[in-house]
C-alpha cells in the first residue's frame, strides 16, 4: 500500500471552531488531494495540490483552505466547521505528467462529525 | 470531463461472474477509462485501467468497444469479498481533476 497517512482519524469538534486535517506521504508524490465523500454524493473534490506552495480548487472548496509547504505534507483547514461539513475526508497522492493518466492512492480517511 | 453513468447498485452470488457496465457518451478522444474499488470505510482503490479493446488484470477484466462510448468492468467467480462500491471514471487525470460519480454498490451473496 501507498503510504498516506491521515490525521486525525476521528475528530469531533463544535460549530465554530477551526480545524486541520493532515495528510502525510513518503511516495514522493507530486500531486494531492482532499475528497470529501457524503452518502448520495460519492467522493468529491476539495482541493488539490501540484507542488510545494501550488494549490487550486476543486469543485466544493468553499469553506476550505489547504496549505502544502514541504512536499509530503498537505493540511486541510475548516476555518469556521459548520455542521454541513460532517463527512469523511479522503486525502490522495498521484503523479501526473501531460497525456498520462497515473491512479491515485487514497489515504484511510478521517471522519469528522461538527456538532 | 465525460460524465459517466452506471447503475446504482446490483447483486449477485458467489461465483458467479459480475459485469458492470458504464456509458459515457461524451469520452474524449485521449481520455482513458478507469475503474476504482471502494471497500466501507476505506478510501477507494484502482482496479483496472484501459484505453481500447480489452484489457486484463489479475482482478478484472476490462471490455471498451470500438466507439469507446461505453465499458464494461468484468470480475470472474466474485467472492463475497468483492462486495463494494464501483466508480467508472474517464478522463486524462488532468492535473486532479478526477471525477468521481455515484458508483454502483455491488452486493455478493452467499
Known amino acids: 500500500d501507498a503510504g498516506i497517512t491521515q490525521s486525525p482519524r476521528h475528530k469531533v469538534t463544535e460549530t465554530g471552531t477551526p480545524v486541520t486535517l493532515r495528510c502525510h506521504q513518503t511516495e514522493n508524490h507530486r500531486y494531492m488531494y482532499w475528497y470529501r465523500q457524503d452518502p448520495g454524493h460519492g467522493l468529491r473534490l476539495i482541493h488539490y495540490s501540484y507542488g510545494v506552495k501550488d494549490t487550486d480548487k476543486g469543485e466544493v472548496s468553499d469553506g476550505y483552505s489547504v496549505s502544502r509547504s514541504k512536499t509530503e505534507d498537505f493540511l486541510l483547514t475548516l476555518e469556521s466547521a459548520t455542521s454541513s461539513q460532517t463527512s469523511v475526508y479522503f486525502c490522495?497522492?498521484?503523479?501526473?505528467?501531460?497525456?498520462?493518466?497515473?491512479?491515485?492512492?487514497f489515504g484511510p480517511g478521517t471522519r469528522l462529525t461538527v456538532t | 470531463l465525460a460524465k459517466t453513468t452506471q447503475p446504482i447498485s446490483m447483486d449477485s452470488y458467489e461465483g458467479q461472474e459480475v459485469n458492470i457496465t458504464c456509458s459515457h457518451n461524451n469520452i474524449a478522444t485521449n481520455d482513458y477509462i478507469t475503474w476504482y474499488q471502494q471497500f466501507p470505510s476505506q478510501g477507494p482503490r484502482f482496479i483496472i485501467q484501459?484505453?481500447?479493446t480489452k484489457v486484463t488484470n489479475e482482478v478484472a477484466s476490462l471490455f471498451i468497444p470500438a466507439d469507446r462510448k461505453s465499458s464494461t468492468l468484468s470480475l470472474p467467480r466474485v467472492s463475497l469479498s468483492d462486495t463494494a462500491v464501483y466508480y467508472c471514471?474517464?478522463?486524462?487525470?488532468?492535473?486532479?481533476?478526477?471525477?468521481f460519480g455515484q458508483g454502483t454498490e455491488l452486493s455478493v451473496k452467499p
Open positions: 471514471l474517464v478522463g486524462v487525470n488532468q492535473g486532479g481533476k478526477l471525477i
Open positions: 490522495a497522492i498521484s503523479e501526473w505528467d501531460v497525456g498520462q493518466p497515473y491512479e491515485q492512492y
Open positions: 484501459g484505453y481500447k
